[in-house]
């Protein structure tokens, strides 16, 4: 009810506060409707003919910063409030801290000529001081304090259980059916492949948020709007098809794409701050295998891995190389930087950023240029897929390093362990689902669910270690009998490669390691290249009939002859 200060009478005037909370639960007594009649009615017996609403719908009472209570204040504070009167519920909608609400009731509101009522307390300080409003004030703040220490409580038994705590991330949705599960929501479950793909062929997250954005694809956010679903965050509803780089990094970043949930990423340091703070990795509990992966765990990992690198380079045209991102230093591990020669620009190159920029500790350029690179790497891709087609036995044999039959031997009875060891886990979250009901019950006093709470948690947590140590070292038993066939089925793609792509490199290589050329007693000059294959790493190909050798020499810009060598002769 909006009225000119000159049309209203305030003293006739009563601000009505509203509000409710997740905390409320279903209870229709606190709904924001039952509230405006209970306190219409009240302001109404009192005298009151003008009302002006503020209303906070959602919102917890332990919250300060609460827009339209905020806004009611401010108005108290400089003088500007059309009202004489603040009318709520209860004090615990006006506010759970009783320090913060001590100071309105009992400070502002009098020296400002406030009224305040409280219905459900019957608090009128028309009739004078209530000794009770402190009291009041501090079990409103306890009342808060024993919400959040049970929803704590409630929040632990679901996340070590296994139940997700955070909404499903884009790409799913809670399943119709069982709303504790999460399944694919196809349509945004699309995209989040695609930037998985094209990180992995070699695009940036610049360059992947420009497509998106450019094909008019939805936000996350716009497209949970788009479907009516009410997300926490921010949108940009003047921009619905704008992808930042931060949003294409944090759908890099989610774990939850394999199939995994993740529980207890963040956490607050008290009930009244609502700041969320990181997690450390051990204090959160990893599930794996809950729903079904939107992302392969191999791709997921390769993707991290490549995060894990300096950003693609660009020369000073802006200029991009096919191998930016792909060099490292064999000696201090630094990016290689990409340049082209000035008075030749057909001379492209690439060096050392630890040396190039004088401050880094490598002693060497470690220079090679881009023409001698591409020969080596294509000879070096139709060596691997003739070693990986024509002796495709021996090439598993390479991979796995070890023979089939003690790999499986291991891996049973590190399976037996792990069985064990998640069933006893499950009987932990069972009995201490138990104990909780048996607590709230009065079965069990407070004391003594603390002390088994914290023998049984220690047990779990230490279970949980070992069953984490297990599955990765059981992950990695496995990959190298499933890369070894994933990889022998993308190499064979490549058997007539005449020409290298960004994406081809992407595909099969994971890093390349530069020597600086050196000169041999014989005075021959050699640069040794280490090339790092996806899933299998760098391996030696065997001198074998239908393999063929390679043969690389280019002409340096000093004019010597540089030979390529996968290693130094013994």
Same mark, same amino acid.
Not at 24 to 46: C, H, P, T
Not at 170 to 185: A, F, H, R, T
């Given at each position: 009810m909006k009225q000119?200060?000159?049309?209203?009478?305030?003293?006739? /005037?009563?601000?009505?506060?509203?509000?409710?909370?997740?905390?409320?639960?279903?209870?229709?007594?606190?709904?924001?409707?039952?509230?405006?009649?209970?306190?219409?009615?009240?302001?109404?017996?009192?005298?009151?003919?003008?009302?002006?609403?503020?209303v906070d719908d959602g919102v917890s009472g332990t919250n300060k910063d609460r827009k339209?209570?905020?806004?009611?204040?401010?108005?108290?504070?400089?003088?500007?409030?059309?009202?004489?009167?603040?009318?709520?519920?209860?004090?615990?909608?006006?506010?759970?801290?009783?320090?913060?609400?001590?100071?309105?009731?009992?400070?502002?509101?009098?020296?400002?000529?406030?009224?305040?009522?409280?219905?459900?307390?019957?608090?009128?300080?028309a009739e004078g001081d209530n000794p009770f409003i402190g009291f009041m004030n501090i079990t409103a703040e306890y009342y808060?304090?024993?919400?959040?220490?049970?929803?704590?409580?409630?929040?632990?038994?679901?996340?070590?259980? +296994?139940?997700?705590?955070?909404?499903?991330?884009? +790409?799913?949705?809670?399943?119709?059916?069982?709303?504790?599960?999460?399944?694919?929501?196809?349509?945004?479950?699309?995209?989040?492949?695609?930037?998985?793909?094209?990180?992995?062929?070699?695009?940036?997250?610049?360059?992947? +948020?420009k497509g998106l954005t450019e094909d008019e694809i939805l936000t996350p956010m716009n497209y949970w709007a788009s479907k009516g679903l009410n997300r926490g965050g921010l949108r940009n509803t003047e921009k619905p098809y704008y992808w930042n780089t931060s949003t294409i990094i944090t759908i890099l970043t989610l774990q939850e794409y394999v199939g995994d949930v993740i529980n207890f990423k963040t956490y607050s340091k008290s009930y009244k701050l609502k700041k969320r703070l990181k997690n450390d990795p051990e204090n959160m509990a990893i599930f794996k295998d809950v729903h079904e992966p939107i992302i392969s765990r191999e791709d997921f990992e390769r993707v991290q891995e490549k995060r894990g690198k300096t950003r693609k380079r660009?020369?000073?045209?802006?200029?991009?190389?096919?191998?930016?991102?792909?060099?490292?230093?064999?000696?201090?591990?630094?990016?290689?930087?990409?340049?082209?020669?000035?008075?030749?620009?057909?001379?492209?190159?690439?060096?050392?950023?630890?040396n190039n920029n004088r401050r880094g500790n490598c002693t060497q350029t470690h220079y090679i240029r881009v023409d001698f690179l591409e020969q080596v790497i294509i000879q070096e891709i139709r060596r691997l897929t003739k070693f990986a087609t024509q002796y495709e036995k021996q090439f598993a044999e390479v991979i796995m390093g070890n023979?089939?039959?003690?790999?499986?031997?291991?891996?049973?009875?590190?399976?037996?362990?792990?069985?064990?060891?998640?069933?006893?886990?499950k009987d932990l979250d069972n009995i201490f689902n138990r104990m909780y009901e048996d607590n709230i019950a009065g079965k069990i006093d407070d004391e003594r669910f603390a002390k088994m709470s914290k023998t049984y948690t220690d047990e779990q947590t230490e279970i949980a270690e070992k069953i984490k140590m297990l599955r990765a070292e059981l992950e990695k038993t496995e990959e190298k009998t499933v890369t070894a066939d994933m990889f022998i089925a993308t190499v064979r793609k490549y058997t007539r490669i005449k020409k290298l792509t960004r994406e081809v490199?992407?595909?099969?290589?994971?890093?390349?390691?530069?020597?600086?050329?050196?000169?041999?007693?014989?005075?021959?000059?050699?640069?040794?290249? /280490?090339?790092?294959?996806?899933?299998?790493?760098?391996?030696?190909?065997?001198?074998?009939?239908?393999?063929?050798?390679?043969?690389?020499?280019?002409?340096?810009?000093?004019?010597?002859?540089?030979?390529?060598?996968?290693?130094?002769?013994?």
């Open positions: 000119s200060k000159s049309k209203i009478n305030i003293n006739n /005037t009563a601000a009505l506060y509203l509000r409710i909370s997740r905390d409320d639960g279903l209870d229709e007594s606190y709904s924001i409707q039952n509230q405006r009649k209970l306190l219409q009615k009240v302001a109404k017996e009192k005298g009151f003919v003008n009302l002006i609403e503020f339209n209570f905020r806004r009611m204040i401010e108005q108290v504070e400089n003088g500007t409030a059309l009202f004489s009167t603040v009318i709520v519920k209860d004090v615990t909608r006006f506010a759970r801290d009783y320090i913060r609400a001590g100071l309105y009731i009992e400070e502002l509101f009098p020296e400002n000529n406030i009224r305040f009522i409280s219905v459900g307390e019957g608090i009128d300080s808060s304090r024993d919400i959040s220490k049970k929803r704590r409580l409630s929040n632990y038994v679901k996340g070590n259980a +296994g139940e997700p705590l955070a909404p499903p991330p884009y +790409g799913y949705m809670k399943d119709p059916d069982n709303p504790k599960k999460w399944i694919i929501d196809e349509e945004p479950a699309k995209i989040v492949r695609r930037i998985f793909n094209e990180f992995l062929s070699g695009k940036g997250t610049d360059q992947i +948020g660009k020369t000073s045209t802006g200029e991009a190389n096919m191998f930016s991102g792909l060099l490292t230093c064999a000696d201090c591990g630094s990016n290689m930087n990409y340049h082209f020669n000035q008075r030749n620009p057909d001379i492209k190159y690439f060096n050392c950023s630890s023979s089939k039959m003690t790999a499986e031997k291991d891996r049973h009875n590190k399976q037996k362990e792990l069985n064990s060891l998640i069933a006893r886990d490199l992407h595909e099969l290589i994971d890093e390349i390691k530069i020597n600086h050329a050196e000169k041999l007693d014989s005075g021959e000059t050699v640069q040794i290249i /280490t090339i790092y294959w996806n899933c299998i790493g760098a391996i030696e190909i065997p001198d074998l009939p239908k393999i063929p050798d390679v043969d690389v020499t280019v002409n340096t810009r000093k004019g010597v002859n540089v030979k390529y060598a996968p290693k130094l002769s013994a």
